[in-house]
């Protein structure tokens, strides 16, 4: 037969104390006695008691677990991204419960619902490409789980979030490039649901009529951020009539598979052309050919500030300090490679 766990009521039996004198013994609580802990660790121990996490947890109205969903974790982006969670996450006691969307928003809204039915005390996200509806998300609030967004946030006034200003990051790429002498710069964005690409084509509009170069629709293009989409976009700009020398890339993923391509098609690259990524991950310096700059979007912090704006709203006492909604924006920065 199965050996039965032991209990506290059997503990409490076997030294003949009640069950709350138990659990407040195995708490060390200030109102028992040397003694009576003593004796009530001692039997635990030698019974190998262990406490119902269960109980404990419905007790509380926690389970101490966060949710994470990210769109790929083989993306270093992302990995140093839940490095940073998960030590803010152990520095509060709590462990994290991590999947990825694969940029699938049914898999996106899958998640969120088995995260729901775990009973996770709040969700950290950075959404999907495809992610145009935040339903999924918006119920969260029916069952008292708040949501922090980071990275990749929806284009919302009524969420929290944490991010980058790409739109100063995408100015001083513009500017940088134009002193090194380029007048006819390409941009390749990413998917249009992506509202931060918003903020990258803004800043370089801006930049671009900053020194009165005209701006012109052919020279931006877009990718789904697969090595397809992102070979085919370069593609389209080295078909025009007028090449662009430079071209600003939507991240370093998409700089990898257009730097292999541009040299499949005999260009040399920051030669015949030059290219500036975002995201600055480190494994970018060891290439024979990086982009000449690329855009820090500090992962690790912004996934850091993330956690800390969670738990805030976790803690009832931080949380009406909040305004109704917090948003974060970092300052990014241009790394001249």
């Known amino acids: 037969m199965e050996k039965k766990m032991p209990t506290i009521k059997e503990i409490a039996k076997r030294l ?32 190998n008691y262990e406490p119902n996490q269960t109980a404990i947890f419905f007790k509380q ?36 419960l991590t ?32 992610t145009t509806s935040f339903d999924h998300f918006e119920q969260l609030k029916n069952f008292d789980i708040p949501v922090v967004f980071f990275d990749r946030v929806p ?59 005209k701006p012109d629709n052919a020279l931006i293009v877009s990718t789904d951020l697969s090595t397809e989409g992102n070979t085919n976009a370069l593609d389209k700009l080295l078909a025009l009539k007028k090449r662009p020398t430079a071209v600003l890339l939507f991240n370093d993923y998409v700089a990898l598979d257009v730097i292999h391509h541009a040299r499949q098609r005999k ?24 982009p000449i700059a690329s855009v820090e979007q500090f992962p690790m912090e912004q996934a850091a500030r993330a956690a800390e704006l969670l738990f805030k709203l976790l803690d009832p006492g931080a949380r009406e300090a909040l305004p109704p909604y917090e948003n974060i924006v970092l300052k990014s920065e241009l790394i001249i490679h």
Do not use: W
């Open 267 to 290: 260009l040399t690259v920051n030669k015949d052309i030059c290219f500036v990524s975002y995201a600055n991950i480190p494994f970018m310096h060891y290439l024979d050919f990086p």
């Open 155 to 213: 284009d919302m006034p009524d969420v929290h979030s944490v991010s980058c200003n790409l739109y100063h990051s995408s100015v001083e790429a513009v500017d940088f490039l134009v002193k090194q002498g380029h007048k006819r710069i390409g941009y390749i964005q990413g998917p249009p649901t992506l509202s931060i690409r918003n903020e990258r084509l803004n800043g370089y509009h801006d930049a671009l009529a900053k020194h009165n170069i």
């Open 99 to 130: 999947g990825q969307s694969h940029d699938d928003l049914n898999r996106e809204k899958s998640l969120v619902e088995s995260m729901k039915k775990h009973r996770v005390d709040g969700i950290l996200a950075s959404i999907s490409k495809n």
């Open 16 to 47: 003949n104390i009640s069950i709350s004198t138990v659990s407040r013994a195995l708490h060390d609580h200030h109102s028992i006695g040397l003694r009576t802990k003593t004796a009530v660790k001692k039997l635990a121990a030698e019974l």
């Open 61 to 96: 109205r926690k389970t101490f677990t966060l949710g994470v969903i990210l769109p790929n974790l083989r993306e270093e982006f992302f990995s140093a991204a839940i490095n940073a969670i998960d030590n803010v996450a152990l520095n509060n006691n709590y462990i994290v």
